[in-house]
């Protein structure tokens, strides 16, 4: 999950955050990455945004609001990045991963002389978990993928998140929840003394494509998209941004694709594109 915020601990004191501070930088979120933070978010904005403040070396909010203006593009990527909060596993809510493989791969594999495109999109990949996790599903199930056009494109409005992504390197306790079996094939272990991380192997980073992608933004991409995981992504959003949101996925969609999202997220009064299959999966009408 990226691209939404959440608590983090830590009261004022060190600068004050005025009212007036407070309401225009909660403007300029809503502005750049879709986010509705409420008035209890006060503290959350306060934490994270202290540390621009130290990092620039400013000494109010004030002062940090008219550099933003100043039109700073690296600072303005500072600040989404600081604001965003991303919290993922491997094989997150496994029952999507399941239904991927069976209600997707398996019948695509099984049909003589069907399509052999394939197009799946992680919106909101964080540190790259879930991607990983679409390719390793991919890899055990389609045989012989030589004779299969695959990709994953994996974004993340945040740069640092994506940064960690492309690297696919994880320490132990990110990886523990996968099987003996998927960690031996599909992670190398740490190297002799470097630094102790396992790192996903060739044939995952292959399949997929990260990209950084602001939601808020017109989507680049043509599709279609067999199936789209946008998972805990608009938890945070305001109704009429979620419906302009998936408005723009649909027309990525075909007829029967599938939508993927997050457990405390539903399409009720959001969007008439999709139809509910149950546990929080979709399909394009």
Same mark, same amino acid.
């Given at each position: 999950?990226?691209?939404?915020?959440?608590?983090?601990?830590?009261?004022?004191?060190?600068?004050?955050?005025?009212?007036?501070?407070?309401?225009?930088?909660?403007?300029?979120?809503?502005?750049?990455?879709?986010?509705?933070?409420?008035?209890?978010?006060?503290?959350?904005?306060?934490?994270?945004?202290?540390?621009?403040?130290?990092?620039?070396?400013?000494?109010?909010?004030?002062?940090?609001?008219?550099?933003?203006?100043?039109?700073?593009? @690296? /600072? !303005?990527? %500072?600040?989404?990045?600081?604001?965003?909060? &991303? +919290?993922?596993?491997?094989?997150?809510?496994?029952?999507? #991963?399941?239904?991927?493989?069976?209600?997707?791969?398996?019948?695509?594999?099984?049909?003589?002389?069907?399509?052999?495109?394939?197009?799946?999109?992680?919106?909101?990949?964080?540190?790259?978990?879930?991607?990983?996790?679409?390719?390793?599903?991919?890899?055990?199930?389609?045989?012989?993928?030589?004779?299969?056009?695959?990709?994953?494109?994996?974004?993340?409005?945040?740069?640092?998140?994506?940064?960690?992504?492309?690297?696919?390197?994880?320490?132990?306790?990110?990886?523990?929840?996968?099987?003996?079996?998927?960690?031996?094939?599909?992670?190398?272990?740490?190297?002799?003394?470097?630094?102790?991380?396992?790192?996903?192997? @060739? /044939? !995952?980073? %292959?399949?997929?494509?990260?990209?950084?992608? &602001? +939601?808020?933004?017109?989507?680049?991409?043509?599709?279609? #998209?067999?199936?789209?995981?946008?998972?805990?992504?608009?938890?945070?959003?305001?109704?009429?941004?979620?419906?302009?949101?998936?408005?723009?996925?649909?027309?990525?969609?075909?007829?029967?694709?599938?939508?993927?999202?997050?457990?405390?997220?539903?399409?009720?009064?959001?969007?008439?594109?999709?139809?509910?299959?149950?546990?929080?999966?979709?399909?394009?009408?």
């Amino acid at each position: 999950m990226s691209q939404a915020a959440a608590r983090q601990p830590e009261t004022e004191g060190e600068f004050e955050l005025r009212d007036e501070d407070f309401n225009a930088l909660r403007t300029l979120v809503k502005q750049h990455t879709g986010i509705n933070l409420g008035a209890e978010k006060r503290a959350l904005v306060y934490s994270r945004l202290a540390r621009r403040l130290r990092a620039l070396g400013l000494d109010s909010f004030k002062a940090y609001r008219r550099h933003l203006e100043q039109g700073d593009g @690296a /600072e !303005l990527a %500072e600040f989404r990045n600081a604001v965003t909060t &991303n +919290l993922t596993s491997f094989f997150r809510e496994a029952h999507h #991963f399941e239904y991927l493989r069976d209600r997707i791969l398996r019948p695509r594999m099984a049909e003589t002389g069907g399509s052999r495109r394939l197009r799946i999109w992680s919106a909101g990949c964080s540190t790259g978990e879930e991607p990983y996790s679409i390719a390793i599903t991919v890899l055990e199930t389609l045989r012989d993928l030589r004779q299969w056009d695959v990709r994953i494109l994996a974004t993340d409005l945040d740069s640092q998140v994506l940064a960690t992504a492309s690297r696919g390197a994880y320490a132990q306790d990110r990886i523990a929840g996968l099987s003996p079996e998927r960690k031996e094939r599909f992670f190398s272990p740490p190297a002799a003394g470097a630094a102790p991380a396992h790192t996903a192997a @060739a /044939e !995952l980073r %292959e399949l997929i494509t990260f990209k950084q992608l &602001n +939601l808020m933004n017109e989507l680049p991409m043509k599709g279609p #998209f067999d199936a789209i995981f946008c998972r805990n992504v608009v938890i945070y959003f305001d109704k009429e941004t979620q419906r302009g949101l998936f408005a723009r996925m649909a027309r990525l969609q075909r007829p029967g694709d599938l939508l993927f999202i997050g457990h405390s997220e539903n399409l009720s009064r959001i969007s008439d594109a999709y139809t509910l299959l149950g546990k929080t999966l979709y399909r394009r009408n």
